[in-house]
């Protein structure tokens, strides 16, 4: 099973979550919200498999602190959370570590560690 990890390239967790990856000769594959583009029913199967739309949501980044009060105020659901993080891939939470039907969200190496000794 490849593994994927999903994100922004000039993220700083990004870069220390793949860092970690490669120092630990895993190999995964890169896919940068903003150079390749998110779909809607990509990210359906994302929030599928990570079980809800809130923790993909990312509100302590600028992103979120730069939307009014009223566009934080309507995501109520999965619909309006697809929306608001396709029209801002900068506001999913990152990186987004996905081997099959597992995920991790969030860096930190004994998570790494764990995740990826794992086997599918």
Same mark, same amino acid.
């Given at each position: 099973?490849? #593994?994927?990890?999903?994100? *922004?390239? %000039?993220?700083?967790?990004? !870069? !220390?979550?793949?860092?970690? #990856?490669?120092?630990?000769? *895993?190999?995964?594959?890169?896919? %940068? ?8 029913? /990509? #990210? ?9 739309? /809130?923790?993909? *949501? %990312? ?6 602190? /730069? ?18 993080? &396709?029209?801002?891939?900068?506001? *999913? !939470?990152?990186?987004? &570590? ?9 860096? %930190? ?9 794992? !086997?599918?």
């Amino acid at each position: 099973m490849t #593994l994927m990890m999903y994100g *922004i390239k %000039n993220c700083d967790t990004i !870069k !220390k979550a793949r860092r970690w #990856l490669e120092e630990h000769q *895993i190999a995964y594959q890169f896919h %940068n919200y903003r150079a390749d583009g998110l779909e809607q029913s /990509q #990210l359906t199967a994302l929030i599928r498999l990570v079980g809800d739309w /809130q923790p993909l *949501i %990312n509100t302590r980044g600028t992103t979120w602190s /730069q939307l009014s009060d009223a566009q934080r105020a309507a995501v109520t659901d999965a619909e309006s959370a697809c929306a608001l993080l &396709l029209a801002h891939p900068a506001l *999913i !939470k990152r990186p987004l &570590l996905v081997s099959g039907e597992r995920t991790l969200l969030g860096f %930190n190496a004994e998570s790494y560690h764990a995740f990826t000794a794992e !086997k599918e």
